[in-house]
């Protein structure tokens, strides 16, 4: 026996489906068995509402479908809230992802190229490396001029993943004039500057919408541009050597609107960096002030809130052999190592080389105006540089409390 029943589309429109039932009264009105169920629906997205089905036959047919449609869509829910294809599960592991591959770019690519390409070098690819090396030897002083910085680069999608694991946030407390240049001042240097890397030398928190028509260049140790495809990386971010004659040129043959980020403390202070302290290397460390007068460069002091927080270092003593070996590698090569660990790739409780993910909040504070002078005595030195440990502290000062710290937290300047 066939019936049709008019059905209400989401849309307004009105379909009809058939129901083919074989249908058996059971002495009382009822239904005994609905056997040989045929449903022919014209359109789709419909629904059913009890006032078009005209007697019990068509309400029993109709329980019929709508128990078996049920049972599909709570199968396709269950697919769907599987573990591996929850949305905010796949993009945390995204995240993990992208700060992974920034930390094993900074601590392995330039040293593992380097093996490659000079392996290819005993192979039947041998050209390949001759001419990467000759477009090197070309390309040698490119850094020192800026670099090559890319947009595209810069505003990668893998950035915005970098940003929101820990998260990364710039806050803008004053504006930057286009027609000034700027010496930044980023305090602390953590184990790796990963605040100054996401903020700088990316788009992923908008400094150059913060922060319009200033062209911001983090500087780093001038032997990674030393390192074959490491170099063009970082490059391609507006990082350059932070040496005095990338500085000079940037300053004096680059127009206005430039902003050189300096990590003041450098590798010094990466060894003092632990969860819960906030001290910065500074108290001796002047040769940015003078950059800055003989070029006229306005200082800005910037604190990051959580640079510290990412990892857990093992702290060597002063006198001790580990401390020693850490001095060495300073003085003769540039950077200390640091033995350190963050959380593992699939799990937070194990150890491994993925940060930890702690909110940093980078602070960008009151330019400090600087005077031009070609010959600056130690007198003009001293006198900006006390300047800008007054505003650093007060800077840190305040915005303390915003972060969890009490408000007897002193920064410890050394």
């Given at each position: 026996?066939?019936?049709?029943?008019?059905?209400?589309?989401?849309?307004?429109?009105?379909?009809?489906?058939?129901?083919?039932?074989?249908?058996?009264?059971?002495?009382e009105?009822?239904?005994?068995?609905?056997?040989?169920?045929?449903?022919?629906?014209?359109?789709?997205?419909?629904?059913?509402?009890?006032?078009?089905?005209?007697?019990?036959?068509?309400?029993?047919?109709?329980?019929?479908?709508?128990?078996?449609?049920?049972?599909?869509?709570?199968?396709?829910?269950?697919?769907?809230?599987?573990?591996?294809?929850?949305?905010?599960?796949?993009?945390?592991?995204?995240?993990?992802?992208?700060?992974?591959?920034?930390?094993?770019?900074?601590?392995?690519?330039?040293?593992?190229?380097?093996?490659?390409?000079?392996?290819?070098?005993?192979?039947?690819?041998?050209?390949?490396?001759?001419?990467?090396f000759?477009?090197?030897?070309?390309?040698?002083?490119?850094?020192?001029?800026?670099?090559?910085?890319?947009?595209?680069?810069?505003?990668?999608?893998?950035?915005?993943?970098?940003?929101?694991?820990?998260?990364?946030?710039?806050?803008?407390?004053?504006?930057?004039?286009?027609?000034?240049?700027?010496?930044?001042?980023?305090?602390?240097?953590?184990?790796?500057?990963?605040?100054?890397?996401?903020?700088?030398?990316?788009?992923?928190?908008?400094?150059?919408?913060?922060?319009?028509?200033?062209?911001?260049?983090?500087?780093?140790?001038?032997?990674?541009?030393r390192?074959p495809?490491?170099?063009?990386?970082?490059?391609?971010?507006?990082?350059?050597?932070?040496?005095?004659?990338?500085?000079?040129?940037?300053?004096?043959?680059?127009?206005?609107?430039?902003?050189?980020?300096?990590?003041?403390?450098?590798?010094?202070?990466?060894?003092?960096?632990?969860?819960?302290?906030?001290?910065?290397?500074?108290?001796?460390?002047?040769?940015?002030v003078?950059?800055?007068?003989?070029?006229?460069?306005d200082?800005?002091?910037?604190?990051?809130?959580?640079?510290?927080?990412?990892?857990?270092?093992?702290?060597f003593?002063?006198?001790?052999?580990?401390?020693?070996?850490?001095?060495?590698?300073?003085?003769?090569?540039?950077?200390?190592?640091?033995?350190?660990?963050?959380?593992?790739?699939?799990?937070?409780?194990?150890?491994?080389?993925?940060?930890?993910?702690?909110?940093?909040?980078?602070?960008v504070?009151?330019?400090?105006?600087?005077?031009k002078?070609?010959?600056?005595?130690?007198?003009?030195?001293?006198?900006?540089?006390?300047?800008?440990?007054?505003?650093?502290?007060?800077?840190?000062?305040?915005?303390?409390?915003?972060?969890?710290?009490?408000?007897?937290?002193?920064?410890?300047?050394?």
């Amino acid at each position: 026996m066939g019936r049709s029943v008019l059905l209400p589309a989401f849309d307004g429109d009105v379909h009809k489906m058939t129901v083919h039932c074989d249908a058996h009264s059971d002495g009382e009105g009822g239904m005994r068995n609905c056997g040989g169920l045929m449903v022919l629906i014209e359109g789709t997205g419909a629904f059913l509402s009890s006032h078009f089905l005209s007697t019990h036959s068509d309400i029993q047919a109709f329980n019929c479908i709508c128990g078996t449609g049920s049972s599909i869509l709570s199968a396709l829910q269950d697919i769907f809230s599987v573990t591996w294809l929850n949305r905010s599960k796949v993009e945390k592991q995204l995240q993990v992802i992208s700060v992974l591959q920034w930390v094993l770019s900074f601590l392995v690519l330039g040293v593992a190229c380097s093996a490659i390409l000079m392996y290819t070098f005993c192979t039947d690819c041998w050209l390949i490396a001759v001419l990467y090396f000759t477009w090197l030897a070309f390309d040698w002083n490119t850094p020192k001029k800026g670099g090559r910085r890319s947009q595209w680069v810069r505003n990668w999608a893998v950035w915005r993943y970098f940003r929101d694991y820990f998260p990364i946030q710039l806050v803008k407390t004053h504006n930057l004039l286009t027609t000034r240049n700027y010496i930044i001042g980023y305090h602390p240097h953590g184990i790796m500057g990963l605040g100054a890397f996401c903020n700088f030398s990316t788009e992923a928190t908008e400094v150059s919408k913060k922060f319009p028509g200033i062209r911001p260049y983090l500087a780093t140790l001038a032997g990674n541009f030393r390192m074959p495809v490491l170099r063009e990386y970082l490059m391609s971010g507006g990082i350059c050597p932070v040496n005095r004659d990338t500085i000079d040129y940037l300053l004096s043959k680059n127009g206005s609107g430039n902003a050189i980020i300096i990590v003041v403390g450098g590798a010094a202070e990466s060894l003092s960096s632990m969860p819960g302290k906030n001290a910065v290397t500074l108290r001796n460390r002047k040769g940015f002030v003078k950059l800055a007068l003989r070029h006229g460069a306005d200082l800005v002091p910037t604190y990051s809130f959580g640079e510290n927080e990412v990892y857990k270092q093992v702290i060597f003593e002063e006198g001790s052999w580990g401390r020693w070996v850490q001095k060495k590698f300073q003085k003769y090569i540039g950077f200390a190592p640091c033995i350190f660990h963050g959380r593992g790739l699939f799990s937070s409780d194990t150890w491994g080389l993925v940060p930890y993910s702690k909110p940093i909040t980078t602070i960008v504070g009151e330019p400090i105006t600087i005077p031009k002078l070609e010959h600056p005595t130690q007198q003009d030195i001293d006198l900006y540089h006390s300047m800008y440990m007054e505003a650093l502290v007060k800077l840190f000062d305040k915005h303390k409390t915003k972060f969890g710290l009490p408000e007897t937290e002193v920064l410890e300047v050394n």
